[in-house]
């Protein structure tokens, strides 16, 4: 059983530039999350996609956009980069209304220069 | 405003040298204390929920437990490969969310 897939693992921009990260939730889930975990800091919650929607966002700019498919994955967009985006985004997916536990996956290492 | 303030930031062990690591939190109403451990490059790894004051979890040489302003990580005779970096995170009850708020973890190193 495959758990949570991000990709790509690693990714380098320029400022000014667009990105858009990938995630394949852990067969099963059908909720999946989006954090931003700078260097040295806990995991940032972006937003939360269920039934193709965002449910709920965090203290993120309109920047950060997503988008949820019909098989569960999820894309994160970020538009305009700048130096301060530079961190290691996590994927991490739930069933709805579990509240247990998360299951992350390895992230995507961002550097913006 | 959920808060969650984890201590001490980093902490050094030697193999067998048993420790505790704490977590603080302020929230309205407490859903769920969650500990999560989390290697260099990769995405945090579940390990515990708690739900109660008083509750213990216990899993191999790591003990988690509850009251109702803090959670402690008990670590006994602690191996190299215990080393990690340790993630509480809290839910609350209010408002309908799920979205747990995270520390900022404690640095943990095991010398053999």
């Known amino acids: 059983d495959a758990g949570v897939t991000q990709s790509p693992t690693h990714l380098i921009k320029t400022r000014g530039q667009q990105v858009t990260l990938r995630c394949s939730p852990k067969s099963g889930h059908d909720t999946v999350s989006w954090y931003q975990q700078a260097l040295g800091q806990g995991p940032q919650f972006i937003f939360q996609y269920y039934e193709e929607e965002e449910r709920q966002r965090g203290n993120f700019p309109d920047r950060f956009s997503g988008h949820q498919y019909p098989n569960y994955s999820s894309e994160l967009n970020v538009n305009a980069l700048l130096l301060g985006d530079s961190a290691l985004y996590l994927c991490?997916?739930?069933?709805?209304?579990?509240?247990?536990?998360?299951?992350f996956g390895s992230g995507t290492q961002l550097s913006v220069l | 405003e959920d808060q969650v303030t984890q201590s001490p930031e980093a902490l050094r062990l030697q193999e067998g040298e048993s420790s505790s690591l704490n977590c603080s939190y302020t929230v309205s109403g407490l859903r769920g204390l969650f500990w999560y451990r989390q290697d260099p490059g990769k995405g945090p790894e579940f390990l515990f929920t708690l739900y109660s004051a008083g509750e213990e979890k216990e899993k191999e040489r790591l003990k988690a437990t509850l009251t109702k302003k803090e959670s402690f990580l008990h670590i006994t005779a602690p191996k190299p490969e215990d080393s990690a970096t340790y993630l509480c995170?809290?839910?609350?009850?209010?408002?309908?969310?799920?979205?747990?708020?995270f520390g900022r973890g404690t640095s943990l190193i095991v010398h053999p």
């Open positions: 991490a997916s739930s069933l709805e209304g579990v509240i247990e536990k998360l299951f």
């Open positions: 995170a809290v839910q609350a009850v209010s408002g309908g969310s799920y979205i747990p708020t």
